[in-house]
């Protein structure tokens, strides 16, 4: 099972980015995929994840209305649309998976990782 996380890069504030998290190994549609996001100093903190069993999504409070997360069985790929960027959202993101349907509100259930992507939005 392996993730890899790209599409980051800087954007000013405002701006819209588009996160793939792309998967080998197995189909991404077997599993529920979070997006994570990490910056210095403070704990890795869940974004968005949608689940296998039915696809429900869920956000973190500070990108709802902003953050879409989506997968796309064709393309093996989950992804994250960022739009109305904020300074506050620079961070590592990362994707990740429990290796089960649900998704889990603890970040210690996602037992596979990919690399992170940086995301920076600054003028």
């Known amino acids: 099972v392996q993730l890899q996380a790209s599409g980051g890069g800087l954007v000013q504030p405002g701006g819209s980015l588009r996160l793939s998290c792309a998967a080998s190994?197995?189909?991404?549609?077997?599993?529920?995929i979070g997006w994570f996001r990490q910056t210095p100093g403070k704990e890795r903190e869940k974004v968005a994840c949608?689940?296998?069993?039915?696809?429900?999504?869920t956000y973190a409070d500070s990108v709802k209305g902003r953050f879409t997360i989506s997968r796309d069985k064709t393309e093996n790929s989950v992804y994250l649309q960022m739009n109305s960027l904020k300074p506050e959202d620079t961070a590592v993101y990362y994707c990740?998976?429990?290796?089960?349907?649900?998704?889990?509100?603890?970040?210690?259930?996602?037992?596979?990782w990919g690399q992170g992507t940086q995301v920076t939005v600054s003028s």
């Open positions: 990740a998976t429990p290796g089960r349907r649900l998704c889990y509100e603890s970040l210690y259930e996602y037992g596979y």
């Open positions: 190994g197995f189909p991404l549609d077997y599993y529920a």
């Open positions: 949608i689940s296998n069993s039915d696809g429900s999504t």
